[in-house]
């Protein structure tokens, strides 16, 4: 995915058993159904489980309900959440590398303060700086150097977490008026 250009795409959440081959049938049933594999995280084992977030680009919601189906249908799968972006918290990390001529290494530092990003490495003729934000600011900051030449653009899966659902208490309501 380029940065600045949003695609229309579904985050998933599969927990499979941690066995050999589940990743391999898992990426088997994506690559069957012709999805296009935006990114993919594959977390460490915890007590036989393994959780995979896959970003695919799909816009298309019955094609999407279709491959969480043969998802569930896979003996490897537990379990698969869709983790839209209103009830789940998103976070993308990246490390951009620019590349400018002498003399302007202030300027990349504070284009990089302005969107709360870290200088990792810098010298006088290139810098590198990370960020971890949500998509749409990690674009952003990416579109703000590109003043600059890019050597380097590296971006993580995006990291999500469902939001707990939360009751409504009596102050609250009395914030929104009584409506929820």
Do not use: W, Y
Not at 45 to 73: H, M, S, W, Y
Not at 155 to 179: F, N, S, V, W, Y
């Amino acid at each position: 995915m380029r940065p600045g250009s949003h695609r229309a795409g579904a985050v998933l959440r599969l927990d499979v058993l941690a066995t050999p081959l589940a990743v391999a049938r898992v990426a088997s049933i994506l690559a069957h159904r012709q999805f296009d594999v935006v990114t993919m995280d594959i977390a460490a084992p915890v007590d036989g489980v393994r959780r995979i977030t896959i970003e695919v680009d799909t816009a298309d919601d019955i094609r999407l309900q279709q491959l969480v189906k043969f998802l569930n249908r896979s003996s490897d799968v537990v379990k698969v959440i869709r983790l839209s972006d209103d009830m789940s918290h998103n976070r993308r990390g990246a490390f951009v590398t620019v590349a400018f001529p002498e003399g302007r290494l202030a300027e990349a530092v504070a284009i990089a303060r302005a969107f709360s990003a870290e200088i990792v490495e810098a010298d006088r003729t290139r810098c590198t700086v990370f960020t971890a934000a949500e998509p749409a600011r990690v674009d952003d900051l990416v579109k703000a150097l590109s003043g600059f030449t890019i050597r380097e653009l590296v971006m993580a899966a995006p990291l999500r977490i469902p939001r707990p659902l939360r009751k409504h208490t009596a102050e609250d309501r009395g914030r929104t008026g009584g409506q929820r």
